[in-house]
């Protein structure tokens, strides 16, 4: 019975990474990024489309993800490192209040622009399954780059795409 009872929870395991994998094309990278335009934290609404001719780090996140909060301080710390040679990072809360997002700024604030998805619209047209998610754009405004999750480390693959993406 016990066999069973593990053959069932691996089989569940299973299905729902398949569903995870299935729910984000992977044809996304290489095509156009959907354009959109959000409310900002300071100022105003922002449009994806005014960018374009930029590099964009499109960073996904959540005031109650523990892996958002480690990677915010490292996103601003790349966009102030190559935001004069073309590049930005724009962080898109996705969360439905947006007072938790911006009582969490209060204590660690970042230079990039803070973008509201309250009504999930933008987070649905990139197909975000994961918390966080990470979007890279091309100067073109093609998605190159996908990647969900944090992990310690990760900004080395971040530094090595934008610094890729910067000399195209």
Known sequence: ??????????????????????SFPTQAVGTAAPDFTLASLNSGNLRLAELQGQVVLLNFWASWCGPCRKEMPILNDLHNRYKDIGFTVLGVNVEQDSSLAQNYLRDTPVDFPILFDTENQVSKSYHVVAMPTTVMINRDGKIRFIHQGY???????YKQMIKQLIRE
Not at 1 to 22: E, N, Q
Not at 151 to 157: A, L, T, V
Request: charged residues 35%; positive net charge.
């Open 151 to 157: 992990q310690q480390g990760d900004e080395e693959k």
């Open 1 to 22: 019975m016990k066999k069973i009872k593990k053959l069932k929870y691996w089989a569940r395991i299973f299905s729902l990474l398949a569903t995870a994998v299935i």
